[in-house]
């Protein structure tokens, strides 16, 4: 057998898996040109269905409400100092998602302040033995012989999340 009938026996057989192999890439290409078209299909059906409201109606994910919500309950008023009215303050309550019927997390801030108003005819101290006009040079003192001041005040932010662990309460009072 020469050089030149091996070569061309060579040839013709690298010629015969390139036609067989290219028919089954041909079947390879057909089934992902199906399998892109059912693709295709399930993504216009999804974009074509209406997204369904996450919320049903009346429904928020954060809610502000007068009072102090289901924070009231922590028994942290001091009984010899103020105590703030429950329905004092305002709430924000932040649910992450419509289905949990409980809020998350809630943040209470309220306070009050209590002042006093004295009037005075002839005195020059109107009944203030320290007072910041007297610690302020060049302050004009005894003008109208009013003296108004806050006698106590209370500021205060509380918060409650619920976590897996637990229950993680906050109480911040100035």
Do not use: C
């Amino acid at each position: 057998m020469t050089n030149s009938k091996w070569l061309r026996r060579a040839l013709l057989s690298g010629v015969a898996l390139g036609v067989a192999s290219t028919g089954a890439q041909a079947d390879d290409l057909t089934a992902l040109k199906a399998q892109l078209e059912a693709l295709q299909s399930r993504v216009n059906q999804l974009e074509s269905t209406p997204a369904p409201s996450a919320l049903p109606d009346g429904a928020s994910l954060i809610t502000f409400k007068r009072g102090q919500g289901s924070l009231s309950d922590w028994h942290t008023d001091r009984k010899a100092e103020g105590t703030i009215p429950q329905d004092g303050g305002f709430t924000i309550a932040i649910t992450p998602t419509a289905d949990v019927p409980a809020p998350v997390t809630e943040v209470t801030v309220s306070g009050y302040v209590k002042g006093d108003v004295i009037y005075d005819f002839d005195q020059d101290t109107i009944g203030d033995t320290f007072g910041a006009a007297s610690t302020i040079n060049g302050a004009q003192q005894n003008v109208s012989g009013v003296s108004l001041h806050a006698t106590q005040s209370r500021f205060r932010i509380r918060s409650r999340t619920d976590t897996a662990i637990g229950q993680i309460r906050t109480l911040i009072e100035m």
